[in-house]
Structure formats: C-alpha cells, structure tokens
C-alpha cells in the first residue's frame, strides 16, 4: 500500500511481475488506461478524470462513488488488469480521489477498508523511529539481531498502546465489542437499503422509460419524505 508518489504504471507493472500486488492513490494526470466503453465494447486509452466522467455514479451513501475494471499497460508491451475506486474526498464533498488495486479477487469494501490501514501503519513507524529507537538503539550486522530488535521495539508499542487506552477510555471490552457490533449492523442495513432502492429505481427506469433527471427528482423526494434520523443516513444525489 502507498500514496500517489509511487503508484506510476510502471511502478504497478514491477511489483506485480515479482507476484506482488497493490493498494494505492493515483494522481489525476494525464497517465492512459485502457477502458472498456461497456455500451459498445470498444477499448479507449483514457486518463481517470476520463473515466470517471464516462461512467455512471453509485447513489446514495455508498462508500464508493464509482468501481470500473481497466489494462494497466507497461512499457514492454505486456498489460495488466486493475480495479479503480473512486470515493469522495472528505476534504471536498464536491471532490473524489481514486484507488488503484490489482488484486481483482478484492472487492471495493476490502479494497478500501485495507487502505485505511497505510496511515496507521505510517504513525507506527514514525513513532518507533523517533521515541522507541528504532533506528538508533541496535548496530548489528546480524538479521536475526535486527530482527529480535524489531519485535522488541514492536512490544514497547503494544505496552505504550495498552497503557493509553486504559488511561484515556472508560469503556470496558464488553462495551467496545457491542458498539463494534452495532457498527457492522449499521453499515450492513445501508448497503442492503441501498441495494434495495438502486433494483427499485432501475426498476421504475425500465417500467416507466424514465430519464435520469426523473429518477433523480424521484429519489430526491423520497429520501425528502424520510423521517429525519434516517434521512440523515443518505445524500442526495447531484444534478444529472
């Protein structure tokens, strides 16, 4: 897993042809992926901006706005198959980022529930660098020394983690393993309500011939409808 400063195709077609796959941000540049137009199949050679403006969003408050299978190809001619994600940017809720997998067996809530994790992995490496002498306290040339060192290093961690939890948070693990649970119910009543509403919605699309700016209006009024606590759940969608 990195951040857009590493995930160049070539970088992607590299660690994939070694056996190893990858979760990153990708930059919004001028960078060709091969797409598949799914109405005609034709391939076009197009940049994520391109992408993302040829297809249709996800409604509603799904985690992710847009999923598109696309050719990664590298420089010796060979190509490679990729997933992009696109969510929105909770920085600008009129803007999105997008994440690159080539892992195809993934799916979108695996693919950015693992990304997640990069920053707590970075805040893990700057604290054993810079106070639990990481990179100070061992010299040796030996591995199983450095490496003894590391898992040492790793339990003053999980001992300084314990001691702050304990001193910062009231809840017992009883409390924090139903909140969790709630949390997994939450989340897995808005997906099946999102499932439900975007078959109804295709639904009244096939039925009625209705345009997109119809379904839109439709959807707007119905979650307008919704007593405040659940519509407090969703997004209306934009303009089409």
């Known amino acids: 897993m990195f951040d857009t400063w590493f995930s160049s195709p070539s970088q992607l077609a590299a660690l994939k042809g070694i056996g190893t796959d990858v979760i990153a941000m990708i930059k919004k540049n001028s960078t060709k992926y091969i797409w598949r137009d799914p109405a005609t199949g034709e391939e076009k050679k197009l940049n ?31 190509a490679m198959k990729a997933k992009l994600v696109y969510v929105r940017n909770h920085s600008n809720r009129k803007d999105w980022v997008c994440f690159v997998c080539t892992d195809m067996t993934l799916d979108e809530e695996k693919i950015l529930r693992a990304y997640t994790m990069r920053w707590k992995i970075e805040t893990y490496f700057k604290m054993s660098k810079s106070y639990l002498k990481l990179r100070t306290e061992c010299h040796s ?10 898992v040492i290093v790793a339990i003053r961690y999980m001992i300084l983690a314990i001691e702050r939890f304990q001193n910062t948070d009231n809840r017992s693990l009883e409390e924090l393993f139903y909140e969790v649970q709630r949390d997994i119910i939450n989340e ?53």
Request: charged share 20%; glycine share 4%.
């Open 141 to 150: 040339t030996s591995y199983d020394a450095i490496t003894s060192h590391m």
């Open 48 to 78: 994520v901006k391109e992408i993302y403006s040829r297809n249709k969003k996800r409604r509603g408050r799904s985690r992710y706005l847009l999923s598109v299978d696309i050719i990664i190809p590298d420089s010796t001619g060979n």
């Open 188 to 240: 897995m009543m808005d997906c099946a309500i999102i499932l439900i509403l975007d078959i109804m919605l295709q639904s009244v699309k096939q039925h009625f011939k209705a345009s997109d700016e119809q379904i839109n209006g439709l959807l707007c009024t119905f979650i307008g409808n919704l007593p405040t606590p659940w519509r407090e759940r969703f997004t209306m969608p934009n303009a089409a």
